[in-house]
């Protein structure tokens, strides 16, 4: 309303009124927003059919690539005939864009989620080091692992299952294509007379095709169904494992070691404090992982992240930490336990003597990388590391590497053992790599900046309402209201009509009167 509208009581009732409302507006602004956005955010991460965290959790709207590096075993004929010194190169990496889809969901009435993460992975020959037709030599498993079996059997058992390996396809190593390794497959002449011969002391062969994720591209069956918490009613439990294929215990290692719990990298708890550590569980690495706090920020798209990483602890079994000590398969303790650095996923391999650790054996007892040349740690390529929005428990950035070997031991008993020296042949390095995108980026950082904005507009309000009731105070005390002057009317002074008076006194009555 005009000022020319109002009389001084309505302009003072709008100044002093807005100033006050403003005033009022801002100091709740500035000391309740921040808590309401933060309850209202809460309120909305959990996961329910309808929220848009299920939207992102149902379908990772972020490009992930797996990066496959293989090992080429360079002098595998001269190891086998005068066991020489093993070497390995490292090829690659090849890489696939990997899509992640999650499957048969099914929502639970005690606030829990069941499903089944779903895998695809897309060639990206661009962004490879190598082809997928490049000959890769790579230790054969399926006869290294068989002849494990048959280490501390009788002689004529041993000679009986020589006989059979070396007139069926077994061998120290094998050649063929990266493809052929990764995802294609081939056929194995070994596998094939286990699978026919059915052997009632072994494990059952299923089919004679080998490849490292054989059958696993878009396969929903591959990793199992996992059950998590939903975070419904309690936030701090969000994305929570609760059971993998009905269970919350792998059986694979004991006690803890083998306790299910903590992320499957896809959600994590928010507004957990910076020190403590991530823990994850990749089905394929057979037991939980836990990165620890490094202190370091990073900036990914304009967000603040915190670096939590693989350390020495991490594929410790027991040297280092007591607690670890479970890692170490029953029947190799007390005494016979892996040297820190490596996890013997001999539980989980159906005794095969495979061995989980980071990519060339980064920070692991210096025994294992002995053992062969070729290996070449880098920082910045091969340690396992998420970057971590911690408030809203969202990751920035993800290098998921870990690398698999193959022990191989001399058995005078088994041709194909007879020359070699002891050694951790690599069979393959694996690494998931993302960073959230501009788009993912942009609404987290509103998000974020929703407490700050809203204190800003709170101070600048609270500022301009205290700026209209001083301007209020002054126009009151200086009576500098609009038309307030008009209001005055002059009055006369006792001096003036005491003169006047006087005058009358002494003029004649005529011209007093013009007085």
Same mark, same amino acid.
């Given at each position: =309303?005009?000022?020319?509208?109002?009389?001084?009581?309505?302009?003072?009732?709008?100044?002093?009124?807005?100033?006050?409302?403003?005033?009022?507006?801002?100091?709740?602004?500035?000391?309740?927003?921040?808590?309401?956005?933060?309850?209202?955010?809460?309120?909305?991460?959990?996961?329910?059919?309808?929220?848009?965290?299920?939207?992102?959790?149902?379908?990772?709207?972020?490009?992930?690539?797996?990066?496959?590096?293989?090992?080429?075993?360079?002098?595998?004929?001269?190891?086998?005939?005068?066991?020489?010194?093993?070497?390995?190169?490292?090829?690659?990496?090849?890489?696939?864009?990997?899509?992640?889809?999650?499957?048969?969901?099914?929502?639970?009435?005690?606030?829990?989620?069941?499903?089944?993460?779903?895998?695809?992975?897309?060639?990206?020959?661009?962004?490879?080091?190598?082809?997928?037709?490049?000959?890769?030599?790579?230790?054969?498993?399926?006869?290294?692992?068989?002849?494990?079996?048959?280490?501390?059997?009788?002689?004529?058992?041993?000679?009986?299952?020589?006989?059979?390996?070396?007139?069926?396809?077994?061998?120290?190593?094998?050649?063929?294509?990266?493809?052929?390794?990764?995802?294609?497959?081939?056929?194995?002449? $070994?596998?094939?007379?286990?699978?026919?011969?059915?052997?009632?002391?072994?494990?059952?062969?299923?089919?004679?095709?080998?490849?490292?994720?054989?059958?696993?591209?878009?396969?929903?069956?591959?990793?199992?169904?996992?059950?998590?918490?939903?975070?419904?009613?309690?936030?701090?439990?969000?994305?929570?494992?609760?059971?993998?294929?009905?269970?919350?215990?792998?059986?694979?290692?004991?006690?803890?070691?083998?306790?299910?719990?903590?992320?499957?990298?896809?959600?994590?708890?928010?507004?957990?404090?910076?020190?403590?550590?991530?823990?994850? $569980?990749?089905?394929?690495?057979?037991?939980?992982?836990?990165?620890?706090?490094?202190?370091?920020?990073?900036?990914?798209?304009?967000?603040?992240?915190?670096?939590?990483?693989?350390?020495?602890?991490?594929?410790?079994?027991?040297?280092?930490?007591?607690? =670890?000590?479970?890692?170490?398969?029953?029947?190799?303790?007390?005494?016979?336990?892996?040297?820190?650095?490596?996890?013997?996923?001999?539980?989980?391999?159906?005794?095969?003597?495979?061995?989980?650790?980071?990519?060339?054996?980064?920070?692991?007892?210096?025994?294992?990388?002995?053992?062969?040349?070729?290996?070449?740690?880098?920082?910045?390529?091969?340690?396992?590391?998420?970057? =971590?929005?911690?408030? =809203?428990?969202?990751?920035?950035?993800?290098?998921?590497?870990?690398?698999?070997?193959?022990?191989?031991?001399?058995?005078?008993?088994?041709?194909?053992?007879?020359?070699?020296?002891?050694?951790?042949?690599?069979?393959?390095?694996?690494?998931?790599?993302?960073?959230?995108?501009?788009?993912?980026?942009?609404?987290?950082?509103?998000?974020?900046?929703?407490?700050?904005?809203?204190?800003?507009?709170?101070?600048?309000?609270?500022?301009?309402?205290?700026?209209?009731?001083?301007?209020?105070?002054?126009?009151?005390?200086?009576?500098?209201?609009?038309?307030?002057?008009?209001?005055?009317?002059?009055?006369?002074?006792?001096?003036?009509?005491?003169?006047?008076?006087?005058?009358?006194?002494?003029?004649?009555?005529?011209?007093?009167?013009?007085?």
């Amino acid at each position: =309303m005009c000022c020319r509208c109002c009389g001084v009581t309505q302009q003072k009732v709008w100044v002093f009124g807005l100033g006050t409302l403003l005033t009022l507006l801002g100091l709740l602004a500035t000391i309740w927003w921040p808590a309401l956005i933060d309850s209202m955010v809460w309120k909305a991460l959990p996961l329910t059919p309808t929220s848009k965290t299920f939207e992102k959790w149902e379908v990772l709207p972020i490009p992930v690539y797996l990066n496959m590096y293989l090992w080429n075993w360079t002098n595998a004929a001269e190891v086998a005939l005068k066991g020489v010194k093993p070497n390995f190169q490292q090829l690659g990496p090849y890489v696939y864009r990997e899509e992640r889809v999650k499957k048969d969901i099914v929502w639970h009435e005690n606030k829990t989620v069941t499903f089944k993460p779903t895998r695809t992975w897309h060639w990206e020959e661009a962004m490879s080091g190598g082809k997928q037709s490049d000959l890769v030599t790579v230790p054969h498993l399926p006869s290294i692992a068989a002849a494990e079996t048959m280490r501390n059997k009788p002689k004529f058992i041993k000679s009986m299952f020589n006989k059979g390996l070396n007139e069926n396809g077994g061998a120290l190593y094998v050649t063929h294509t990266a493809g052929e390794w990764l995802f294609e497959g081939f056929t194995d002449e $070994f596998l094939h007379y286990a699978m026919e011969l059915k052997n009632p002391l072994a494990p059952p062969v299923e089919t004679d095709q080998f490849a490292w994720f054989l059958n696993r591209n878009g396969s929903k069956e591959a990793e199992g169904a996992f059950t998590v918490h939903t975070g419904v009613g309690d936030i701090k439990q969000l994305g929570d494992i609760q059971f993998w294929n009905g269970l919350n215990h792998t059986g694979w290692y004991e006690g803890e070691c083998g306790r299910l719990n903590g992320s499957t990298t896809d959600i994590f708890v928010p507004n957990e404090p910076l020190e403590k550590s991530l823990t994850i $569980f990749i089905a394929d690495t057979c037991r939980i992982i836990n990165l620890e706090y490094t202190g370091i920020a990073m900036e990914i798209e304009g967000i603040k992240g915190w670096k939590y990483e693989a350390t020495r602890n991490t594929f410790d079994n027991g040297q280092l930490n007591a607690n =670890m000590r479970c890692y170490c398969p029953v029947d190799r303790q007390p005494n016979n336990c892996p040297a820190t650095g490596a996890t013997d996923l001999g539980p989980c391999a159906e005794g095969a003597p495979m061995y989980l650790s980071a990519a060339h054996f980064m920070n692991a007892d210096a025994s294992y990388a002995q053992t062969i040349t070729g290996f070449e740690p880098n920082y910045e390529r091969d340690n396992f590391f998420i970057i =971590m929005e911690r408030k =809203m428990g969202v990751p920035l950035q993800v290098n998921a590497a870990v690398m698999v070997s193959l022990l191989i031991e001399p058995d005078a008993d088994i041709d194909i053992l007879k020359n070699v020296p002891t050694f951790y042949g690599p069979l393959f390095t694996t690494a998931s790599r993302a960073v959230i995108d501009k788009a993912l980026s942009k609404e987290l950082r509103l998000v974020l900046n929703l407490p700050d904005i809203g204190r800003y507009t709170g101070v600048g309000l609270l500022c301009l309402g205290c700026l209209l009731i001083a301007i209020g105070i002054y126009l009151t005390v200086k009576r500098k209201w609009y038309g307030q002057q008009s209001l005055i009317r002059p009055t006369t002074t006792t001096k003036e009509v005491a003169t006047a008076e006087t005058v009358n006194e002494t003029l004649p009555a005529d011209e007093a009167k013009h007085y």
